[in-house]
Structure formats: C-alpha cells, structure tokens
C-alpha cells in the first residue's frame, strides 16, 4: 500500500514552540505510518509488497527515516523546551510588546507619512517657550507682549477724532468741530466762531507792562535785518532798506576788502603828481626820464655846476694778457636814454701798483641801458691783466 509521509520542516539554529509541537506531531504521525505498514505486512494483514534486499538498499526510504528524530529525543526536546523560562530570548513576549510598542492607530499611521520637516522641528521641543522660538512667536521679541492698554486702543472703532484717555486702560474717541459740546476745536473753527477779544486798557494801566518795555529799543527793521547776520567775520556792508551782507577782509576774492598791509604787499607805491619821486643820493639832479608826465628819476650832475660826481668802480681783465674787454656796469639810475661819461681812474686798484696806468692806459665807451650799462675797454698800447679803476657820470 502506498505510504503518505508528511515534509518535515527544514532543520534551523531556533524555531517557535508551534512549530516545534507541529514538527514533533509529524514525526510521530510518519512513524505511526511506517509502523502500521510493517506491522499490516508482517502479522498476515496487508502486505507492504516484496522488498529485496536489505533497508539499506531502498535509498528513498532510508533517506525519509535517517532524517527523522527518534520518538525518544524529539520527546525530552519538547519537555526540555516548555520548562525553559525564555525559550526563545530573541523574540518578544506579549507583555513586552505591549511595553515597548505603541498599538497600531490610523492616525499616527497618517501623521507619520504626511508630517513636514517643519512639524518634526515643533513636535521635538521641549516647552511652551522652545515651541515659541521655534513658530518665531517669542513675546517681546517677535510679537508685542499683551498690555491691556493697547488691548483697549485696539479695540477703539473707526470713527474719526481724537483718542482721549480717560482712565486706566480706558479710552474714547472725540470728534473735531463744533457740532457738539464735547467736540475740540481748531483754530479756524475758533477763528470762524469767535470775536477777537481785544483789551481796551491803558498801557499806562498794565504797569508790569510799562515796566518791562521803559529803555527798550522799539522795533526797527534796520535792527532787526542786522540782528539777522550771521556768525561770518568781516565788514557790515549795506546793501539797501534794512538790507545788509557781509564783506571779508583780505585779497582771497575779488569783493575782498584790503588792509593798508595788504596794499602794501600787494602793490607798488604809486608817485604823486608834481611830487620828486623817493630815493636818490647826494649830489644827484631830477631829470626827465622820457616825455611821459611827471616821469623823472635821481641823476648825476653833469653840468660841472658843482653839484656833480663821479662814481668808481674796478673791473678786472683776468690774469691772461688782453687788449680789449667789455664789462657790465649795474647802475638804477641808469636809462636807455642817458648819456653815460666814463674813463680810466687814476686812483689805484686792487693789487695794482700805484701809477702803473701810465704805462697801458685805458680807454673805455658805455653803452647804457635799463638799470646798466655796457664798458668797452680797450688797453693801449697793451696788453693788460688785472684790475684797473674806471669812474664815470650819467648825464
């Protein structure tokens, strides 16, 4: 008769007590088959079918009863399993599921997969006051703090006026005008309303008054234009009717006003009409510069009328023999239109030995120009060195 063997579970390290129990009843069940089927073949009942050979020989069954446990061992593993405290240490016991887990919900099932990363920053603060940062709602720094006073401005209507306050945390509107009592007037509503109220008394009646004003200077609009200046140093100038500016002193711009030492380092000094002009020597004459008006200068007098002299002065001729050299004469009271006399001194120079002249003497013409002239000198017989001593007359 065919044998039905029911799979045994694949062996592993740990499995749970139902399984056991499960694989336990499948052993014994396959046992109880085999043994009814020996049993019904060798006791004259139902015949098995011939075998040959040894058990060995039939691999199939043998390989079906060389995996089983024996009845014995499979039973002190199931009485050893169920008398172990915690069997299986990797798994869970119901009360400690309840412990650890949370039981499944819905809702924490919807806010799990649809909260934000913002939620999640909220959900983990600690307190009122992290959760207040964290909205960016901190009293006092991003919001303003309750005040029962602004509560009651806030909760103020929209009718136009002015807020009064009229006690503690207590306000009401009033209106502009003069419709009611209550209302504040402007000054155009007083102005439109009322008369001016104009006092009828003496001044001499108001002798507070009369005190006050005795020596002030009354009102004047020259004053009070001045008065009006500004803090700028400089002379007052005035421009017209109370009308007054100011003017510095100096030469910075041309509306400048100079001082005698500005004018004087500014500018020459002018000479006066029918005046000598300054300067001048002893001796010296007035004489007509050119044809311009009053243009003279200081001069030597030439007119042998007493009164002219002669002026010296030394020129050198170097120490390398010459004949001929020409010499730049400096002289203020020199012109272009002057006439210049000049010739050989006979008054020792520098270095020289008295009278030794005579032996090449000089003779010298001028050509006179502004403030100098030119000396052409010519040593005859010559050569001549060294210094020699010219005098002349400017005519």
């Known amino acids: 008769m065919p044998i039905t063997i029911r799979p045994i579970i694949e062996p592993r390290a740990e499995f749970s007590v139902v399984e056991f129990v499960r694989v336990y009843a499948d052993i014994n ?3 109880s088959i085999i043994e009814t089927a020996v049993n019904a073949g060798g006791g004259g009942g139902g015949a098995w079918g011939s075998i040959s050979g040894t ?18 061992v499979a039973a002190a593993l199931l009485t050893a399993h169920e008398a172990a405290g915690n069997p299986h240490p990797g ?4 009360a400690e599921g309840d412990a650890s887990y949370q039981p499944l919900d819905s809702d924490l099932t919807t806010l799990a997969a649809n909260i934000t990363a913002f939620g999640h920053s909220l959900v983990d603060d ?22 029962a006073t602004l509560a009651a401005l806030a909760a103020l209507n929209a009718t136009p006026g002015l807020v009064e306050q009229t006690g503690a945390d207590a306000f009401t509107k009033r209106a502009l005008g003069v419709a009611a009592s209550t209302d504040v007037l402007t000054r155009a509503d007083g102005d439109g309303r009322f008369a001016a109220l104009v006092h009828t008394h003496a001044q001499a ?3 507070n008054l009369v ?8 009102l004047d609009a020259e004053l009070t234009a001045l008065a009006g200046l500004n803090a700028t140093p400089g002379l007052v100038e005035q421009t017209g ?32 009409p029918g005046h000598a002009p300054a300067g001048g020597s002893g001796g010296q004459v007035l004489k007509k510069i050119d044809g311009t008006d009053y243009n003279y200068s200081w001069q030597a007098d030439a007119t042998g009328g007493g009164g002219g002299s002669a002026t010296e ?4 001729f170097g120490t390398k023999p010459v004949y001929e050299a020409r010499f730049t004469i400096t002289d203020g009271t020199v012109t272009a239109a002057s006439k210049v006399v000049i010739g050989e001194s006979g008054k020792q120079a520098t270095g020289r030995t008295q009278g030794d002249a005579e032996w090449d003497s000089i003779t010298v013409a001028a050509n006179p120009g502004s403030g100098s002239f030119q000396a052409y000198c010519r040593a005859i017989p010559g050569p001549v060195v060294g210094r020699r001593t010219l005098h002349y007359m400017v005519i």
Not at 127 to 147: I, K, S, W, Y
Not at 244 to 267: H, M
Not at 313 to 316: A, F, G, N, R, S
């Open 29 to 31: 069940y396959n046992f």
């Open 55 to 72: 058990l060995s020989d039939q691999t199939d069954l043998q390989g079906a009863l060389d995996a089983k446990e024996d009845d014995g």
């Open 91 to 94: 798994y869970l016991t119901p």
């Open 126 to 147: 600690a307190n009122q006051a992290a959760a207040r940062a964290t909205l960016g709602l901190v009293p006092g720094t991003d919001v303003q703090l309750h005040d």
């Open 205 to 207: 009646d108001v002798t």
């Open 211 to 218: 005190t006050d004003l005795a020596g002030k200077q009354p």
């Open 241 to 272: 009717a109370a009308a007054f500016t100011k003017r510095a002193l100096g030469v910075s711009a041309g509306t400048d006003v100079l001082t005698r030492a500005d004018g004087d380092g500014r500018y020459s000094l002018t000479a006066h």
């Open 313 to 316: 002065v030394e020129v050198d």
